[in-house]
């Protein structure tokens, strides 16, 4: 695909991520409660929440060979990992904690500069809250 066909600007924003799961109305409650995002699509094979500037989608195991080839069981182990900087992992942490989160690793200072946290969805999908620490303050 040529530059001239493609405007560059196009593909340099993320508006959406599809994520699939196994029980789309517990998944949606657990990012409406744990998230405070919004519902803006639902219906019976999926549910779309909105975060500031994306879209996730949550599409049921079941409909998601309508999108891709082979969905992955969950036991296959975690791909990738979605990531939110905060400015207090800690009291994010605190937070997640009081809403029945479990944390799976974290808050720790990672020698890259930033103190982070991680937690899975519902449905598997890794979660990390991580926070940008002083220069003085990385390990």
């Given at each position: ?7 560059p600007?196009s593909?340099?924003?993320i508006?959406a991520?599809?994520l ?12 409406e409660?744990v998230f ?8 019976e094979?999926?549910a779309?929440v909105k975060?500031d500037?994306?879209?996730v989608?949550?599409?049921s ?5 309508d999108l891709v080839?082979?969905?992955?069981s969950?036991?296959a182990?975690?791909?990738f990992?979605?990531?939110?900087w905060v400015d207090?992992?800690d009291a994010?942490c605190?937070a997640?904690?009081?809403?029945g989160?479990t ?5 720790v200072?990672r020698?890259?500069g930033?103190r982070?946290a ?5 449905a598997?999908?890794?979660?990390e809250?991580?926070q940008?620490?002083?220069?003085s303050?990385?390990?």
């Open positions: 695909m040529s530059e001239a066909t493609v405007a600007q593909l340099k924003s508006s991520i599809s699939f799961v196994e029980d789309v109305p517990a998944t949606k409650a657990f990012y409660d405070g995002v919004e519902t803006v699509f639902e219906d094979t999926s779309c975060f500037g994306l879209f989608n949550l599409v195991v079941s409909s998601a060979g080839d082979v969905v992955a969950r036991l182990g975690s791909r990992q979605l990531s939110i207090d992992v994010v605190s997640l904690e009081a809403r989160v944390l799976l690793s974290g808050p200072d020698e890259w930033m982070t991680t937690f899975t969805d519902p598997g999908h890794s979660w809250v991580a940008e620490l002083p220069p303050s990385a390990a």
